[in-house]
């Protein structure tokens, strides 16, 4: 008896071929690294699946894998970028992906798809802290932000919880200059 099909696929359910195959009949599409069905939503429980589906279960996906898992954006990174809390010391991390160990609270952190994300207020904060002189954090920040209705207020509660944190000032006057750009 042939065993069913997981909903998100890879290449250790079908050679990749048959998958890129079915993506151009138009039958599935591609998901992260994986591949979902076009009757199955592009949701953020799936966006999480792909991308955690062979993490440990401690491993939190975080930054800008975290804002495409919240939908800012079409394409997850290049390099997966995830968390461990400092209190868990895990290991099993998805490959090809960079993984900081961090002080993070339980109510920053969303179980979605069986998988962890942080949550969209942390996501913007962690999006913020760590922008680039490209402005795409701040703008993915601003995707988040909005689409999930984040109050600015809550992130910068966040950020004065973690006071020790590295770009923590950086982040708060960019999301006051985002939020506010003429007070900012």
């Known amino acids: 008896m042939r065993r069913p099909l997981p909903r998100l696929l890879s290449p250790r359910d079908l050679p990749e071929a048959e998958l890129r195959a079915a993506v151009l009949d138009g039958e ?94 942390r996501t913007v904060l962690d999006l913020l802290r760590l922008s680039d002189a490209s402005g795409r954090s701040e703008q993915l920040a601003l995707r988040v932000l909005a689409e999930h209705e984040v109050e600015p207020r809550t992130v910068l509660s966040l950020s004065q ?9 950086r982040a708060q006057a960019l999301l006051r200059a985002l939020v506010d750009p003429v007070l900012g």
């Open 161 to 169: 919880r973690h006071s020790s944190a590295v770009g923590r000032a």
């Open 28 to 121: 599935l599409y591609a998901l992260g690294d994986r591949w979902s069905s076009v009757a199955d939503p592009d949701d953020a429980e799936a966006r999480t699946r792909s991308v955690l589906s062979e993490s440990s279960p401690r491993t939190i996906a975080a930054r800008r894998t975290a804002a495409w898992i919240w939908g800012a954006c079409a394409a997850p990174p290049p390099d997966l970028q995830c968390l461990v809390s400092s209190s868990a010391r895990s290991r099993g991390a998805p490959s090809g992906s960079r993984v900081s160990e961090v002080r993070i609270d339980d109510d920053e952190v969303v179980r979605l798809g069986g998988g962890l994300v942080t949550s969209p207020a």
